[in-house]
């Protein structure tokens, strides 16, 4: 399985600075999304922090581990990577006052040939595109989520309601951090959309999903994405991560197509 990765991010039509993070490394297929939070550009600092820890710490270990290392050993690395990129930002929001009460939140994927390796934090996504069908594939740390799954409220009600941005978790603000990990096979052909909130709260799933679907490249959809988002008001950073699982082509020696192999 090869991966194309692409990336795009913007302020949004009402905010001055970007609070939001992300970063690839395409040797290891590493993706990294973070949505900073809290002070004066201090949720700017939280996601830097956040992405480019992640990227160093859990980029080296792939590369040593190399390709072969199984599910178990990726989840334990990045569980132990992430611990340590929240004490960093944790550390940081306490020696220096601009930076309190700041943090981030976190979407980390992992794709080794067909597997992905895919932890968050908070409310930033994670879909994918498999043929026809668009799913949410990570499940929002948030208050409404929780309401959600009490049924206190329906889905629909959520789409409205006030309380869209208030997370139950995110990295650095606590001492610990719980990150949800999950493995999930990969197909051929499948695409995966890493996301703010910037563009989920914007861009319902349905507008994602037919953007997704068009016939046109990755890079034009991640470039449409933030369009649509800031069609629709553009209230808050947009970034998004796309990744698109492709067949390997096999290279037959010479040897073995004369033999017709």
């Not at 609070?19 to 002070?39: H, Q």
């Not at 992992?110 to 026809?132: A, K, N, W």
Request: hydrophobic letters at 40%; charged letters at 20%.
């Amino acid at each position: 399985m090869i991966y194309e990765i692409c990336t795009q991010t913007d302020p949004g039509l009402a905010r001055d600075n970007n609070e939001d993070a992300v970063a690839f490394d395409a040797l290891t297929r590493l993706c990294i999304l973070a949505d900073g939070m809290g002070g004066y550009n201090a949720g700017e600092i939280a996601s830097g922090m956040a992405a480019a820890f992640i990227k160093s710490e859990m980029g080296r270990w792939l590369s040593q581990a190399g390709r072969h290392a199984n599910g178990k050993e990726v989840r334990r690395a990045m569980e132990i990577c992430v611990e340590n990129a929240n004490h960093s930002i944790f550390n940081a929001a306490n020696s220096n006052p601009q930076y309190t009460g700041m943090g981030t939140t976190l979407v980390v994927g992992v794709f080794q040939d067909e597997r992905l390796m895919l932890g968050h934090i908070g409310d930033s996504r994670c879909y994918r595109l498999r043929g026809t069908e668009f799913q949410q594939i990570t499940k929002d740390h948030s208050l409404l989520q929780e309401q959600i799954d009490a049924g206190l409220i329906t889905p629909e009600q959520a789409l409205t309601s006030l309380n869209k941005n208030l997370v139950t978790r995110a990295l650095g603000v606590e001492d610990t951090v719980m990150l949800e990990v999950n493995e999930h096979r990969v197909e051929t052909g499948d695409v995966y959309v890493m996301c703010s909130d910037g563009l989920s709260d914007m861009v319902n799933d349905a507008a994602i999903a037919g953007i997704m679907s068009a016939n046109s490249s990755l890079e034009q959809k991640a470039r449409q994405l933030i369009v649509a988002a800031n069609e629709a008001g553009g209230r808050d950073n947009i970034s998004v991560v796309l990744v698109q699982a492709k067949q390997a082509s096999v290279k037959r020696g010479l040897l073995s197509r004369m033999l017709g192999k």
